[in-house]
């Protein structure tokens, strides 16, 4: 279990994280999504106790990762694949980490194997590694202590897509024995298959969070026309609250209501497409650039 209260991070007169709260269950997968610099990773390393909060509190079982006893063997972090000695070979890194948390050199073969590092590529120092590699090897890591909670900050800059799919595969695994989850992302596509719930942030700020099917049914309907100009003025007449997007309308009702409208007007339709991913795509888009507007005004 993963609980974040009222958790706040100012430097001087910038609010990188503002007053954000949420729960990660074990059994569960939990998107973090934003787009770049919305204030993840900031959050992630207060959790970890690697920055100290302005104000609230992170816990972790229970406890602030600071107190936890030997949090190696709870906690499996990733913040910073590219965070590892890079004359060392994929397997000492492992190894020097087993020594830290207490695990034995059987363990080291066990994730290596895991996570799809051959004995070549666990030999080789890790300046060579490809970027897809460091991020095998920094999960390798995060997986050794056997933890009951997982802390990954975009697992999937890398990999290509055989590799993103190994890794839902895994994760899901993971939250399917009892594991609890909390997988950031400034990319929607790359968690929503494996994630059971979502918390989007913007510019510090929690925008929308909830069940993905949730999410997904108030993603709305996407409209685009002719005259959007004249179906706007008539979704409005009817009472249908719409907003604009850079790929057409974004409209609060099933899109049988948007075609019967259009129809009664003989407002031809260009294009016409219910919820889904794309539509919470949209919704968070639409979300995250409101909240920018209100932090430029502020």
């Given at each position: 279990?993963?609980?974040?209260?009222?958790?706040?991070?100012?430097?001087?007169?910038?609010?990188?994280?503002?007053?954000?709260?949420?729960?990660?269950?074990?059994?569960?997968?939990?998107?973090?999504?934003?787009?770049?610099?919305?204030?993840?990773?900031?959050?992630?390393?207060?959790?970890?106790?690697?920055?100290?909060?302005?104000?609230?509190?992170?816990?972790i079982l229970g406890q602030t990762y600071r107190e936890l006893h030997n949090?190696?063997?709870?906690?499996?972090?990733?913040?910073?694949?590219?965070?590892?000695?890079?004359?060392?070979?994929?397997?000492?890194?492992?190894?020097?980490?087993?020594?830290?948390?207490?695990v034995s050199k059987a363990r080291v073969e066990e994730v290596l194997h895991?996570?799809?590092?051959?004995?070549?590529?666990?030999?080789?120092?890790?300046?060579?590694?490809?970027?897809?590699?460091?991020?095998?090897?920094?999960?390798?890591?995060?997986?050794?202590?056997?933890?009951?909670?997982?802390?990954?900050?975009?697992?999937?800059?890398?990999?290509?897509?055989?590799?993103?799919?190994?890794?839902?595969?895994?994760?899901?695994?993971?939250?399917?024995?009892?594991?609890?989850?909390?997988?950031?992302?400034?990319?929607?596509?790359?968690?929503?298959?494996?994630?059971?719930?979502?918390?989007?942030?913007?510019?510090?700020?929690?925008?929308a969070m909830g069940s993905k099917e949730e999410l997904l049914s108030r993603?709305?309907?996407?409209?685009?026309?002719?005259?959007?100009?004249?179906?706007?003025?008539?979704?409005?007449?009817?009472?249908?609250?719409?907003?604009?997007?850079?790929?057409?309308?974004?409209?609060?009702?099933?899109?049988?209501?948007?075609?019967?409208?259009?129809?009664?007007?003989?407002?031809?339709?260009?294009?016409?497409?219910?919820?889904?991913?794309?539509?919470?795509?949209?919704?968070?888009?639409?979300?995250?650039?409101?909240?920018?507007?209100?932090?430029?005004?502020?």
């Amino acid at each position: 279990m993963i609980t974040v209260e009222n958790l706040t991070k100012r430097y001087g007169g910038f609010t990188a994280v503002d007053d954000i709260s949420f729960e990660v269950r074990p059994g569960s997968v939990v998107g973090f999504l934003g787009p770049n610099g919305a204030g993840k990773s900031t959050a992630m390393r207060m959790m970890t106790g690697l920055t100290p909060a302005t104000s609230g509190r992170a816990t972790i079982l229970g406890q602030t990762y600071r107190e936890l006893h030997n949090p190696g063997r709870q906690v499996g972090v990733m913040l910073d694949a590219s965070a590892q000695h890079p004359g060392r070979t994929g397997r000492e890194v492992l190894r020097v980490a087993a020594v830290s948390v207490g695990v034995s050199k059987a363990r080291v073969e066990e994730v290596l194997h895991t996570v799809g590092l051959t004995d070549e590529e666990a030999g080789r120092r890790v300046r060579n590694y490809s970027l897809g590699m460091r991020q095998r090897l920094g999960i390798a890591a995060a997986l050794l202590g056997e933890p009951q909670v997982l802390i990954l900050d975009e697992p999937a800059n890398g990999l290509d897509p055989q590799g993103i799919h190994w890794m839902r595969g895994l994760l899901r695994r993971f939250a399917d024995g009892g594991g609890t989850v909390l997988l950031s992302s400034h990319l929607l596509h790359e968690v929503q298959i494996v994630a059971d719930d979502l918390v989007m942030i913007g510019r510090g700020r929690i925008v929308a969070m909830g069940s993905k099917e949730e999410l997904l049914s108030r993603g709305g309907t996407t409209v685009q026309s002719t005259d959007d100009a004249r179906l706007v003025g008539l979704l409005e007449k009817a009472g249908v609250p719409v907003s604009r997007t850079g790929s057409g309308l974004v409209v609060d009702a099933e899109a049988e209501v948007v075609g019967r409208i259009a129809a009664e007007e003989r407002v031809v339709l260009l294009e016409l497409r219910s919820g889904g991913s794309e539509g919470l795509e949209e919704m968070f888009l639409g979300l995250t650039a409101a909240t920018s507007r209100e932090g430029d005004a502020a």
